[in-house]
């Protein structure tokens, strides 16, 4: 069974999730943008034996710690898509910009695309290309669950930022109304910033875009 334990990172306390199969206690940590002590120190608590790293899009507070973790335990890095190779490239000057520790450089393992899917033990998740907020941005959906890791897509009564290079709002609007409503609005997403909520709670509240926006 898919279970997941959510740890607020970063000066821009980021979502950073860890992902695993109970089953065999085989793990995935999406975003370790940072604080990487305290994520591997949940890992330990857990019991879990942590094989990947996944990215929903290289801004600094979700990509800059995914160099550094990568290089010491050895972890493969998947996604995002090939569109955020600049983001990855300029994670050095990010890091200057926000004030984080100098971010390592890395190439992603493998670039994920719409309709690719990630494995963590027995559980497998869906990926869905959502550009707009980045334009390689994607996220992650357990159908199992009824749970997806959106990153800066969506937020509890907000959506992403698009004034950032290569950001577009009318691309987030369509990423979210065809790539997320369709997973159901019983599902509950977990975004890169704030609480919890679920598809059609936001369908119903959400200023940006409720159904009739």
């Not at 069974?1 to 950073?16: D, H, R, S």
């Not at 910009?97 to 990630?118: E, Q």
């Not at 669950?145 to 897509?153: E, L, P, T, Y």
Request: contains cysteine.
């Amino acid at each position: 069974m898919f279970k997941y334990l959510t740890i607020p990172v970063t000066p821009f306390e980021q979502n950073c999730s860890l992902v695993w199969c109970d089953q065999t206690l085989q793990a995935a940590v999406i975003d370790p943008g940072g604080d990487l002590d305290l994520i591997l120190a949940e890992v330990k608590r857990l019991g879990l034996t942590l094989e990947q790293i996944w990215l929903t899009h290289a801004h600094i507070d979700h990509a800059g710690g995914t160099g550094e973790l990568a290089e010491r335990l050895h972890l493969p890095i998947i996604g995002p898509q090939e569109g955020d190779q600049f983001w990855i490239d300029g994670l050095p000057a990010q890091s200057k910009m926000f004030g984080f520790a100098p971010a390592k450089m890395f190439k992603p393992t493998r670039w994920l695309h719409d309709g690719d899917t990630v494995t963590v033990g027995n559980c497998t998740l869906q990926v869905r290309h959502c550009p707009g907020h980045t334009p390689g941005h994607v996220v992650f959906y357990s159908p199992e669950a009824k749970r997806a890791f959106v990153g800066d897509v969506l937020f509890a009564g907000s959506i992403g930022r698009t004034d950032f290079p290569q950001g577009d709002h009318a691309t987030l609007i369509a990423s979210i109304k065809n790539r997320l409503w369709p997973m159901g609005d019983d599902t509950v997403f977990i975004p890169g910033h704030g609480p919890e909520s679920t598809f059609g709670r936001e369908r119903r509240s959400n200023p940006y875009v409720a159904d009739g926006q």
